[in-house]
């Protein structure tokens, strides 16, 4: 007797549901185990020791706390059945995935204290895959907790994390070392950000939170990071529904997007929750060829444009003809030189390639006295744009 159950369906390779036996070790081939309530395995790393390389692990719903670190070292796809809850707490890492070609799907996955230097997944093999995962903690902005979801460790290829959603953690990832794979369809909320250290990930497809629950950035390239990946910044930014990424191999470093609001009491650092609040900041902050959102507002500023860019009002999109304009973000000189001898301008593009649209020019600034008349108007700027 073999104190167990096995059964093979007539097919290329068997699905085998293999309950807790050691007797059913003569099996040969793929085989599928189950964990969950007895007799079947009653925990997830029972079944990873009985299991061979090619197996799947089959995890049925309910709660899993760990105790100790999962250690994931074998070439196993663990699916979760109607999404099991894996729980973690302490530091360090949670579950630990060693071995090339392994696979992590459909778990929900929560951490649930406040320990610091928690990794919940260790990627540290070749080939792994993470997809259809819901992993999230506790961390709250502000708070000084080093909280992730996953540490890649250096020198992976063939990588694969898609389709995860990932909140409330400090970061989504932390990628070192020179680590490509791909990272796509993910939805990352509450967060600071993916943090690319010196990794070569391929972003694609990404959403990420708005308002009070957007991240503080998506995705950050440390200045370790080397000069020849992410060479274009905007077009990562395009092709992850326009994330908000920001270059720190620059200095100072770059925002793929940068928003301004002169009603902020305070200049922040240029994300849609908080704004530059001058148009200079934002030019000084975007990375070359991204964009710069002004809200509507005085802003009294004299401008250099010396990058490729995009800088957009408020009524970027309407025509200034024929279309009704809302709020205007209304440009005045910030000093009075209207003599052509010298010519004040107040926007100078010195670079190809920069779009400005939506805004309203206004050479006479009020609080400014040049004492040249135009149709009656004291005017302090020669030319708008030059």
């Known amino acids: 007797a073999l104190g167990g159950t096995a059964t093979q369906p007539a097919q290329d390779l068997p699905t085998i549901r293999i309950y807790n036996s050691p007797a ?16 079947l395995f009653t925990t997830i790393q029972e079944a990873i020791d009985a299991a061979s390389a090619g197996d799947t692990i089959n995890v049925t719903s309910g709660t899993y706390i760990l105790t100790e670190t999962l250690r994931v070292n074998k070439d196993v796809t663990l699916v979760g059945i109607d999404h099991p809850l894996i729980q973690v707490s302490g530091t ?3 579950i630990s995935m060693t ?16 320990a610091d230097q928690q990794a919940i997944i260790y990627v540290a093999a070749s080939n792994l895959t993470i997809q259809d995962n819901k992993i999230w903690g506790t961390y709250v902005f502000g708070e000084s907790q080093v909280s ?48 690319v250290e010196q990794g070569n990930m391929t972003f694609t497809g990404n959403t990420w939170g708005s308002g009070v629950d957007a991240n503080v950035f998506d995705i950050a390239i440390l200045a370790t990071g ?18 908000s990424i920001e270059d720190q191999r620059t200095s100072p470093a770059t925002l793929s ?27 000084t902050r975007v990375v070359a060829g991204g964009t710069v959102y002004v809200a509507a507002g005085t802003y009294v500023e004299d401008l250099t444009i010396d990058k490729a860019m995009t800088l957009l009002g408020p009524n970027a999109e309407i025509d200034p003809n024929t279309g009704v304009r809302g709020d205007e973000a209304i440009l005045l000189p910030a000093t009075s ?8 301008v107040m926007a100078y593009i010195s670079v190809s390639d920069v779009t400005v649209k939506g805004f309203t020019f206004n050479g006479d600034n009020p609080a400014l006295t040049s004492g040249i008349l135009i149709n009656g108007v004291d005017v302090d700027a020669c030319e708008h744009i030059a």
């Open 92 to 94: 360090g890492y949670k």
């Open 24 to 39: 059913a070790s003569f099996l040969t081939g793929p085989k599928t185990l189950q964990v969950g309530a007895a007799p």
């Open 226 to 243: 080397s000069p020849t990946y992410y060479t274009d910044v905007p077009a990562l930014s395009e092709a992850n529904n326009n994330a």
């Open 99 to 114: 071995a090339a070609g392994a696979t992590l799907q459909g778990f929900w996955i929560e951490s649930t204290d406040k």
């Open 148 to 195: 992730r979801a996953m540490v890649f460790t250096g020198g992976l290829s063939g990588l694969t994390i898609v389709n995860n959603e990932i909140y409330d953690l400090r970061q989504p990832g932390y990628i070192s070392g020179v680590t490509t794979g791909t990272i796509s369809n993910n939805f990352v909320y509450r967060t600071r950000g993916w943090v």
């Open 337 to 344: 030189n209207p003599d052509p001898d010298v010519c004040s």
């Open 257 to 283: 997007i940068v928003y301004v609001d002169a009603s902020v009491t305070a200049s922040g650092t240029g994300t849609q929750n908080s704004p530059k609040k001058t148009i200079t900041e934002g030019i």
